[in-house]
């Protein structure tokens, strides 16, 4: 196992997820009072299971389509979605 790569996936993935909908969706199911391992569970699978169709389809994706081509693909899409967030922000205020 490669512990750089794997610590590396943890924090991208741990700081994107940091008040994502996804989390705000998690706390109110917290706030309902019922059990909170329940809703730990069910988020933590859910989270897993994404996580895994995102390996799997990046591997056969990674089959056409040079590794190299996909992370500039990757960084560019990043850079515009980025870009159009703070314009559209920045207009609307």
């Known amino acids: 196992m490669d512990w750089k790569l794997a ?3 943890f924090a991208a993935v741990f700081i994107a ?4 909908k996804t989390q705000l969706a998690t706390l ?4 309902s009072g019922q059990s909170r391992l329940s809703v730990f569970a069910g988020s933590a699978l859910a989270l897993v ?10 591997q056969a994706l990674a089959r056409v389509v ?5 992370q500039r693909l990757s960084g560019v ?3 515009v979605i980025g870009a159009w967030v ?3 922000t920045t207009r609307s205020s």
């Open 7 to 9: 610590g590396m996936t």
């Open 17 to 20: 997820e940091l008040g994502d």
């Open 28 to 31: 109110s199911f917290a706030t």
């Open 49 to 58: 299971a994404t996580s895994a169709l995102a390996v799997v389809g990046g």
């Open 66 to 70: 040079p590794p190299l081509v996909l």
């Open 77 to 79: 899409a990043f850079v």
């Open 86 to 88: 703070l314009f559209s």
